[in-house]
């Protein structure tokens, strides 16, 4: 049951993150990759979990889908394609950087008004295109523009001062505060700046998955499920062309994702189960596989995942092993291999 009053807010300390992926090649583990998983059942239980889901931890973009909800609560008019870009860590695509324009004409603003962090457009394919055609970094291309333009258009509506909008003490951050202690049920452990220069909150992972799961189940008349709608239906807006996000969306029906730097990943589906993952050491390609498996433990087809398997482990120009979750994360029933 949601509790009106968040939990203290989670301890801030050294992780202590257990094995979750294992690196394989030829038959047998050359690495392992460490981190934490929360696996929570329909009724908002802890199910499974590895290594330390209780500890202040930091979402990194996983929380996008918060900070939307308060601002649609807060009056964000914003749906669709451009709601889901507004949480979005963009490829930096024609359709992301025209998604942004627009949201900055809505709210009167210009490129100029941004102020994110300038960078190269997040996807391989678009960055390489885009310093072939002599262009530098810029504060559209970053892949969090959607999130600043909205902020911004936001702060326009609601007679906010536009130019302070990532200040931890600004009305609009106060606002997106408020509903992560909400969402995630626990106190905000700490406050610092995220790489694009907003405010970044640390929570657990356990309170992120339940934040995930609160807004994957809203009502059809809350900000929660225009949330989720918007994501669900435009998850490349999200993300980007080929991102493993997006297609995880595509492949399982009804499932709200949202991954985020550092190795997080987090994930809820309609009737409230919910994974949130942290690969300790940032890596992506156990990242996929291991929110893969934390899927399949919840109780997700493992034929819709067959596809999120992680980078192949190659020799000689072939395929020779690949990432394999630990069994803890094998679906109930699985047997149980002495390398997994």
Same mark, same amino acid.
């Given at each position: 049951?949601?509790?009106?009053?968040?939990?203290?807010?989670?301890?801030?300390?050294?992780?202590?993150? @257990?094995?979750?992926?294992?690196?394989?090649? =030829?038959?047998?583990?050359? =690495?392992?990759?460490?981190?934490? *998983?929360?696996?929570?059942?329909?009724?908002?239980?802890v199910?499974?979990?590895?290594?330390?889901?209780?500890? @202040?931890?930091?979402?990194?973009?996983?929380?996008?889908? *918060?900070?939307?909800?308060?601002?649609?609560?807060?009056?964000?008019?914003?749906?669709?394609?451009?709601? @889901?870009?507004?949480?979005?860590?963009?490829? #930096?695509?024609?359709?992301?950087?025209?998604?942004?324009?627009?949201v900055?004409?809505?709210? =009167?603003?210009?490129?100029?008004?941004?102020?994110?962090?300038?960078?190269?457009?997040? =996807?391989?394919?678009?960055?390489?295109?885009?310093?072939?055609?002599?262009?530098?970094?810029?504060?559209?291309?970053?892949?969090?523009?959607?999130?600043?333009?909205?902020?911004?258009?936001?702060?326009?509506?609601?007679g906010w001062?536009?130019?302070?909008?990532?200040?931890?003490?600004?009305?609009?951050?106060? !606002?997106?505060?408020?509903? *992560?202690?909400?969402?995630?049920?626990?106190?905000? !452990?700490?406050?610092?700046?995220?790489?694009?220069?907003?405010?970044?909150?640390?929570?657990?992972?356990?309170?992120?998955?339940?934040?995930? @799961?609160?807004?994957?189940?809203?009502?059809?008349?809350? !900000?929660?499920?225009?949330?989720?709608?918007?994501?669900?239906?435009?998850?490349?807006?999200?993300?980007?062309?080929?991102?493993?996000?997006?297609?995880?969306?595509?492949?399982?029906?009804?499932l709200?994702?949202?991954?985020?730097?550092? #190795?997080?990943?987090?994930?809820?589906?309609?009737?409230?189960?919910?994974?949130?993952?942290?690969?300790?050491?940032?890596?992506?390609?156990?990242?996929?596989?291991?929110?893969?498996? !934390?899927?399949?433990?919840?109780?997700?087809?493992?034929?819709?995942?067959? #596809?999120?398997?992680?980078?192949?482990?190659? #020799?000689?120009?072939?395929t020779?092993?690949?990432?394999?979750?630990?069994?803890?994360?094998?679906?109930?029933?699985?047997?149980?291999?002495?390398?997994?």
């Open positions: 049951m949601r509790s009106s009053f968040p939990a203290d807010a989670p301890a801030i300390r050294e992780p202590r993150h @257990a094995p979750v992926a294992h690196v394989m090649r =030829g038959g047998m583990i050359e =690495g392992v990759h460490y981190g934490s *998983v929360a696996v929570l059942d329909g009724e908002g239980e199910r499974t979990s590895i290594g330390d889901i209780e500890a @202040a931890c930091y979402p990194r973009s996983a929380l996008k889908p *918060v900070q939307a909800v308060a601002m649609v609560r807060a009056g964000l008019p914003l749906d669709g394609a451009l709601l @889901a870009l507004a949480m979005g860590s963009h490829s #930096g695509e024609e359709h992301h950087l025209a998604g942004v324009r627009l900055l004409e809505l709210a =009167g603003l210009t490129e100029a008004d941004l102020r994110n962090v300038p960078d190269l457009p997040y =996807g391989p394919a678009v960055r390489d295109a885009w310093l072939r055609e002599g262009r530098g970094p810029s504060r559209l291309a970053q892949n969090c523009s959607g999130k600043h333009a909205a902020m911004l258009y936001l702060c326009k509506l609601s001062p536009p130019e302070s909008y990532l200040d931890a003490n600004h009305p609009l951050q106060r !606002a997106i505060a408020q509903v *992560v202690e909400e969402l995630t049920g626990q106190h905000i !452990a700490n406050v610092t700046v995220d790489g694009c220069g907003s405010p970044l909150f640390a929570v657990s992972l356990h309170g992120l998955a339940r934040a995930a @799961a609160r807004i994957a189940t809203a009502a059809p008349d809350t !900000a929660e499920h225009r949330v989720a709608n918007a994501l669900r239906l435009h998850p490349e807006m999200a993300s980007g062309t080929g991102r493993d996000t997006a297609a995880l969306m595509r492949a399982v029906p009804g709200l994702a949202k991954d985020g730097f550092e #190795g997080v990943q987090v994930a809820a589906l309609p009737d409230g189960r919910a994974v949130a993952v942290k690969v300790a050491d940032g890596a992506d390609r156990a990242r996929t596989a291991v929110t893969a498996a !934390a899927l399949a433990r919840a109780g997700v087809e493992p034929r819709l995942l067959a #596809g999120f398997t992680g980078e192949p482990v190659t #020799g000689g120009g072939r020779v092993g690949g990432i394999r979750p630990v069994a803890a994360l094998n679906p109930p029933g699985a047997p149980v291999t002495a390398t997994a």
